[in-house]
């Protein structure tokens, strides 16, 4: 009876359970009352055989084992070596392109200089041009937006000569009630179409390299025609944008060198580098403080602003916000207006409650399929105005190129 425990206590208890109509734990204590009252020991349930220890391995098993798992590591060895091949290329090749542009590239003659300072007393005020958005390479046809614009590379070199000569009528025009020595460039990226859209690749006039050279060409052509007209000229070019990346993804470590808007600062660089009176420098970071004469802009392309369709308002006011906010009480980290391009229509708006705006430069392009289907309409255009040291910024002016 001991050995089929558990069959006498569940008949015992099922028994108490029927007479009595007792529950079932009832039942299980009126069992172990009688197993006491008849001096019968708490019954222990049987120990659990132990299981046989499984046959060792031969030898041929562990030799194949060995080499299953040697095989699976090579397998994960060459994915690995693959996805590492893969991002040395995204994030590296460029070097090797760049060091033979830099053995390619030779530095423009600088023009006579043929500016001379004000002998009246004048107020000293500087001249800003902000270049943005000129899609190099990039190919807009009529019939695609209502016959609104029309863009390609002979285009773009015409629109680059005729800003020049409007800026500088603008500018001889302004000397005669200010000393202008100074000229601010200030370049806020997407300097070429490149190819991160599959449309582009197939439409753009040729390939991005080839547009970066070139965009790179036209920049730095326009700064040397501009730099005989002043004491200074200074050119702060920022990197990181849209168009020129090397990624699939919007890419932040390393934006400003993994980028073909690298290219084209470094290729205008190179090709001014012996003009005297221009400073030239590229700005790898996606936000960069330029002051001027004490209006502080914070320069950035604005390809991560979020919005839907048209200018984001919205959108714009919360960055300026956000960024006021942070930068709160951070000695030389605040600024006056956040100067952006992207978007390709000129607009400026102000943020009141943080003494704050926001200000959007033109482009070279003018408008695209992609801006007809987003409800933005603009001519061909880059911005420029004059900034006061007490007075702030004065005269802001939309040169439209047809």
């Not at 800003?128 to 614009?149: A, Y």
């Not at 390939?207 to 007209?229: F, I």
């Not at 880059?382 to 007490?390: D, I, Y």
Request: glycine residues 6%; aromatic residues 8%.
């Amino acid at each position: 009876m001991e050995a089929n425990w558990t069959e006498d206590r569940d008949a015992t208890v099922n028994q108490a359970v029927a007479l009595f109509g007792v529950s079932r734990d009832r039942g299980m204590r009126i069992y172990r009352e009688i197993r006491r009252a008849r001096g019968l020991p708490e019954p222990k349930p049987p120990e659990p055989k132990t299981p046989e220890p499984p046959d060792a391995p031969t030898e041929a098993e562990v030799q194949a084992a060995g080499l299953a798992a040697v095989t699976a590591a090579r397998d994960q060895l060459k994915v690995l070596q693959r996805q590492y091949d893969h991002l040395k290329l995204e994030a590296g090749y460029i070097s090797n392109f760049m060091d033979e542009v830099v053995d390619s590239v030779r530095a423009i003659k600088p023009p006579k200089i043929s500016y001379t300072p004000s002998k009246q007393n004048k107020s000293n005020v500087e001249a800003v041009v902000q270049l943005t958005d000129w899609h190099w390479g990039e190919v807009v046809d009529p019939g695609e937006v209502e016959g609104s614009n029309a863009y390609n590379p002979d285009l773009a070199k015409k629109r680059v000569n005729l800003l020049g000569k409007k800026l500088l009528n603008w500018i001889q025009a302004h000397r005669n009630g200010f000393a202008i020595d100074t000229l601010r460039v200030i370049c806020t990226g997407d300097f070429i179409s490149g190819d991160i859209h599959h449309e582009l690749q197939v439409t753009n006039a040729y390939p991005a390299p080839v547009q970066a050279v070139e965009s790179g060409n036209a920049l730095a052509a326009l700064v040397s025609a501009l730099s005989p007209h002043f004491k200074k000229v200074v050119v702060d070019f920022i990197i990181p944008d849209n168009h020129s990346r090397l990624t699939r993804k919007i890419q932040f470590a390393q934006a400003g060198l993994n980028s073909f808007g690298f290219v084209v600062g470094k290729v205008a660089e190179l090709l001014i580098r012996d003009h005297p009176n221009v400073i030239w420098t590229n700005h790898p970071e996606e936000m960069r403080i330029i002051d001027v004469l004490g209006t502080r802009y914070l320069a950035r392309h604005g390809h991560n602003i979020r919005g839907v369709l048209g200018i984001p308002y919205y959108g714009f006011d919360r960055a300026v916000a956000r960024q006021a906010r942070s930068r709160m009480g951070k000695e030389g980290r605040d600024f006056h207006v956040m100067l952006t391009g992207h978007f390709h229509c000129p607009a400026r708006m102000s943020v009141a409650k943080w003494d704050c705006s926001w200000s959007i430069g033109g482009s070279l392009s003018g408008t695209t399929s992609f801006d007809h289907s987003c409800n933005r309409y603009a001519p061909a255009c880059q911005t420029a105005w004059m900034v006061h040291p007490e007075l702030g910024e004065m005269d802001y002016n939309v040169f439209v190129l047809p």
